[in-house]
């Protein structure tokens, strides 16, 4: 087994990865927060894993790895997005709406960047009880405390009571501000202490806790949240714990200093990694500038670059830069991922290498990575040396190596980049329309975003845009390696190609009307031009020559 060598934000170098238990190896990363559809700068977090976690069961086995995603389904922002897009519901089940929708729609998002499902998505509100059993731990020993906020009654983590906090993001006690969630109020011994249960007044969700003998009707703080999920599914300390840089302060900090002193603990993760922050092109992105991208956007609509893309072109394009180093989310960079996995495509397609990758999947067979790919993996997940080593493949599958084939096609499945069953996905315009010209241009481009939209799982989208086709005349049929083959009815294209005769004339380029005229001609079919009795304007009919 190669060498696995992991950057350690605790202890800021990198480190052989030695596993508590190599035959059961844990990994938990900070899932989403579900009140809004997820950005890009949320999907850099769960592809620079989905890579680790994939590389973790190729070392140990996929039965010796345990992943764990949490989904945050108790907060502030999900109650202000109930109360606004629910108003007239009772605020539980309004709640319930945004959170169900939410999530739903994250797991469509990940699933069409070809990641992994985790092997434990725990959601905040099936752990309350344990957040109250640990709470009242922590104030049994000392390490919080009971006080009345502004906004109620609190229970508070006293921060002075762990001589090592602060040790994660290098700051010092005294230079501590809250940085969370919470205002800094009179009624906390030190500036840095947070929140780990809040009371909620009468128009707030909440459950009921007791701490100290006192009962307090309320909710969870952030932080509390992830050390019980983590606790429960991996157990009191575990190997890795990952997130974007954002994370470590307040929340990453906070998890340790609750879960080190509930347990009484030297540590609660052994490795701590983080990926770094994305801008679009060149500046952070905000709703105020205008560059807000959600995954969302990028698979079903056309707002970014005027067309949608493959979820696998979105993570390759992440797996450009290091995890660790900035990213900038870029029209240019986009475009040079897609052309990449086109040109992959296009070299394994009706080759060996694909039908043994079908073969594959149809038995639930995994695909492996090769030595070279592994290792540079085991470098701190060096995924920009991955992409030239893959095209070095590539020059050599294209002269017709099958091995090369084969090593290529093997890669870039076991990296959740390329299904072998839709290689036609990832090729444009793979449209078998039997010889027939579609006279509409904008449809061409309907049957490339089908062919996107089935492609990424987006049924929605893909019933909508068969739906637009249908109505104008195109019948489509999806076929499970991703190409479509369509008919078009005879009227549909005849009036496609009259309307383009019309412009024609009416632009007074008339021999590109004469073109269009003699091909409908030669079909069989015959113009007729007239003048509308009431506008004066050209109109033309059309009848098949008997």
Same mark, same amino acid.
């Given at each position: ?29 900070? +899932? ?188 969870? +703080? ?151 790919? @592994? ?44 299904? +072998? ?7 444009? +315009? ?72 019309? @412009? ?26 007239? @003048? ?12 098949? @020559?008997?």
């Amino acid at each position: 087994m190669p060498e696995l060598k992991l950057y350690n934000t605790l202890t800021r170098k990198k480190e052989v990865f030695q596993p508590e238990d190599p035959d059961n190896v844990r990994m938990y990363v900070c +899932g989403p927060t579900v009140y809004d559809y997820a950005h890009i700068g949320n999907a850099r977090p769960v592809i620079v894993f989905d890579v680790l976690y994939r590389l973790l069961r190729h070392l140990y086995g996929e039965e010796h790895v345990t992943y764990v995603r949490n989904i945050t389904d108790v907060d502030d922002k999900i109650n202000a997005r109930a109360l606004r897009d629910y108003p007239d519901l009772p605020l539980n089940e309004a709640i319930r709406n945004v959170t169900e929708k939410t999530a739903n729609q994250f797991h469509d998002d990940v699933r069409a960047l070809g990641c992994l499902e985790p092997t434990h998505e725990p959601r905040a509100t099936e752990h309350i009880e344990g957040m109250a059993s640990m709470i009242q731990t922590l104030l049994d020993k000392g390490y919080a405390y009971v006080a009345e906020g502004g906004q109620g009654r609190e229970v508070l983590f006293r921060v002075s009571s762990m001589a090592e906090y602060g040790q994660l993001s290098n700051r010092k006690l005294e230079d501590q501000q809250a940085g969370a969630r919470v205002a800094v109020e009179a009624h906390k011994e030190n500036p840095g202490d947070f929140v780990l249960w809040k009371e909620s007044r009468e128009h707030e969700p909440g459950w009921q806790g007791t701490f100290n003998g006192e009962q307090i009707h309320g909710r969870p +703080g952030w932080h509390i949240e992830c050390s019980v999920m983590s606790k429960f599914h991996l157990g009191e300390t575990f190997d890795i714990h990952g997130g974007g840089l954002d994370l470590i302060f307040p929340h990453h900090e906070n998890e340790i200093a609750q879960s080190r002193c509930a347990h009484g603990s030297d540590c609660m993760a052994n490795y701590w990694m983080h990926n770094g922050y994305l801008q679009v092109e060149g500046k952070k992105m905000s709703k105020s500038e205008g560059n807000f991208v959600t995954i969302q956007d990028l698979l079903n609509t056309q707002k970014f670059g005027g067309r949608m893309w493959l979820g696998e072109v979105l993570k390759f394009f992440m797996l450009s830069t290091h995890y660790r180093e900035p990213i900038d989310w870029t029209l240019s960079g986009l475009q040079e991922a897609n052309d990449k996995l086109k040109d992959y495509a296009l070299a394994l397609v009706s080759t060996t290498a694909e039908q043994e990758a079908i073969s594959r999947q149809a038995v639930g067979s995994p695909a492996v990575l090769t030595d070279e790919i @592994k290792n540079l993996l085991c470098d701190e997940l060096n995924t920009s040396e991955v992409r030239a080593a893959l095209d070095k493949l590539l020059a050599k599958a294209r002269k017709g190596s099958e091995q090369a084939q084969s090593d290529l096609m093997h890669n870039l499945e076991a990296l959740g980049l390329i299904r +072998g069953h839709r290689l036609f996905s990832y090729i444009e +315009g793979i449209f078998l329309g039997h010889g027939k010209k579609l006279a509409k241009p904008h449809l061409m481009k309907s049957l490339d975003d089908l062919r996107i939209a089935s492609a990424n799982n987006s049924e929605e989208t893909s019933a909508s845009l068969v739906k637009e086709l249908s109505d104008q005349g195109v019948e489509v049929e999806l076929h499970a390696n991703g190409s479509i083959s369509y008919e078009v009815s005879p009227e549909a294209d005849i009036s496609g190609l009259v309307t383009q005769r019309l @412009k024609a004339l009416n632009d007074k380029n008339f021999a590109e009307a004469d073109r269009i005229r003699d091909e409908l001609a030669s079909q069989g079919i015959q113009l007729k031009d007239s @003048k509308d009795s009431e506008t004066g304007e050209r109109v033309t009919t059309w009848e098949v @020559k008997r």
